[in-house]
C-alpha cells in the first residue's frame, strides 16, 4: 500500500511546495530582477504552474507492481471491489491564489502657506507729518529742487501740507514711513529719493550750493 499513501498525501504537498516557489520567484523578480509588481506576479503564477505539473507528476504515477503482490485470493476479497477502490482517481487539490500586495497610493504633504512678513517699519510707530493749511508767506519752496521729485509729486505733496523744506528735513522715521505709503502712484519714494538728506543740506548750504553737489549726488 505504499503507492497509495504517495497518491494521498505528496501530489497535494507537490501543489503546495510549487505555491511556495512561484511567491519566491515572484519576490526575487520584484526586488532582485527590479522588475515591475505586475510582472513579479506572472513570474510567480507561471514558477507555480510549473512545479505544479512536474511535482504531480512525480507524485501521481502508481508505484509499480504495487497491487499484484498482496494475495487477494488468501484473503478472499472480491477482486472487483478491492480494484475499484484502490484505483480510484485522486481528488485534485484547488491550486492556491497568488494575491499581489496592494501598493499603498503616496501621501501628499499639504503645502504650508506662508504668510509674506510685513514692511519694516522706519524709526517705529508711522507718524502723519504736520500738514500746513498752505505756504507760509503766501509762497511755498520749489520742491521739484530735490531729486526725485516732479511735477506729480510736488502737487501731492502740496495736497498733504507739504509745502517747504524745512518741513522735510524735520520728518523722522515716523513720517518717513507715512509719506511712503501714503504717496499715491509713488510709494516709497521719500526713501529711496532720500528727501530728508537733500532738503537738510539744502537748510545748510543754501540751494545753488546743493545743486552743484547735486550733479555729482554729493549729499
Same mark, same amino acid.
Given at each position: 500500500?505504499?503507492?497509495?499513501?504517495?497518491?494521498?498525501?505528496? &501530489?497535494?504537498?507537490?501543489?503546495?511546495?510549487?505555491?511556495?516557489?512561484?511567491?519566491?520567484?515572484?519576490?526575487?523578480?520584484? &526586488?532582485?530582477? *527590479?522588475? /515591475?509588481?505586475?510582472?513579479?506576479?506572472?513570474?510567480?503564477?507561471?514558477?507555480?504552474?510549473?512545479?505544479?505539473?512536474?511535482?504531480?507528476?512525480? &507524485?501521481?504515477?502508481?508505484?509499480?507492481?504495487?497491487?499484484? *503482490?498482496?494475495?487477494?485470493?488468501? =484473503?478472499?476479497? *472480491?477482486?472487483?471491489?478491492?480494484?475499484?477502490?484502490?484505483?480510484?482517481?485522486? @481528488?485534485?487539490? +484547488?491550486? #492556491?491564489?497568488?494575491?499581489? #500586495?496592494?501598493?499603498?497610493?503616496?501621501?501628499?504633504?499639504?503645502?504650508?502657506?506662508?504668510? #509674506?512678513?510685513?514692511? #519694516?517699519?522706519?524709526?517705529?510707530?508711522?507718524?502723519?507729518? @504736520?500738514?500746513?493749511?498752505?505756504?507760509?508767506?503766501?509762497? /511755498?519752496?520749489?520742491?521739484?529742487?530735490?531729486? /526725485?521729485?516732479?511735477?506729480?509729486?510736488?502737487?501731492?505733496?502740496?495736497?498733504?501740507?507739504?509745502? =517747504?523744506?524745512?518741513?522735510?528735513?524735520? &520728518?523722522?522715521?515716523?513720517?518717513?514711513?507715512?509719506?511712503?505709503?501714503?504717496?499715491? /502712484?509713488?510709494?516709497?519714494?521719500?526713501?529711496?529719493?532720500?528727501?530728508?538728506?537733500? +532738503?537738510?543740506?539744502?537748510?545748510?548750504?543754501?540751494?545753488?550750493?546743493?545743486?552743484?553737489?547735486?550733479?555729482?549726488?554729493?549729499?
Amino acid at each position: 500500500m505504499s503507492g497509495a499513501s504517495n497518491e494521498d498525501g505528496g &501530489w497535494p504537498n507537490g501543489w503546495l511546495i510549487a505555491a511556495v516557489a512561484g511567491v519566491i520567484a515572484a519576490i526575487l523578480a520584484r &526586488w532582485i530582477g *527590479d522588475t /515591475g509588481m505586475a510582472a513579479a506576479v506572472l513570474v510567480g503564477i507561471f514558477v507555480f504552474l510549473v512545479f505544479g505539473v512536474l511535482l504531480g507528476m512525480f &507524485w501521481g504515477a502508481p508505484a509499480a507492481g504495487g497491487h499484484e *503482490d498482496h494475495g487477494h485470493e488468501d =484473503h478472499g476479497h *472480491d477482486a472487483g471491489h478491492g480494484h475499484a477502490a484502490e484505483s480510484a482517481a485522486p @481528488v485534485q487539490a +484547488a491550486a #492556491p491564489v497568488v494575491v499581489a #500586495p496592494a501598493m499603498a497610493a503616496p501621501v501628499m504633504a499639504a503645502p504650508v502657506m506662508v504668510a #509674506p512678513a510685513p514692511e #519694516p517699519v522706519v524709526g517705529g510707530v508711522l507718524a502723519k507729518p @504736520v500738514a500746513l493749511s498752505g505756504p507760509r508767506g503766501g509762497k /511755498g519752496d520749489d520742491l521739484q529742487v530735490l531729486e /526725485g521729485i516732479g511735477p506729480g509729486l510736488e502737487k501731492l505733496c502740496h495736497e498733504l501740507g507739504i509745502f =517747504h523744506f524745512d518741513q522735510i528735513a524735520g &520728518w523722522g522715521g515716523g513720517e518717513i514711513a507715512w509719506m511712503d505709503g501714503n504717496l499715491k /502712484g509713488f510709494k516709497g519714494r521719500v526713501t529711496r529719493d532720500k528727501w530728508v538728506r537733500q +532738503a537738510k543740506l539744502i537748510g545748510e548750504v543754501g540751494v545753488a550750493e546743493f545743486l552743484r553737489r547735486a550733479k555729482t549726488n554729493d549729499y
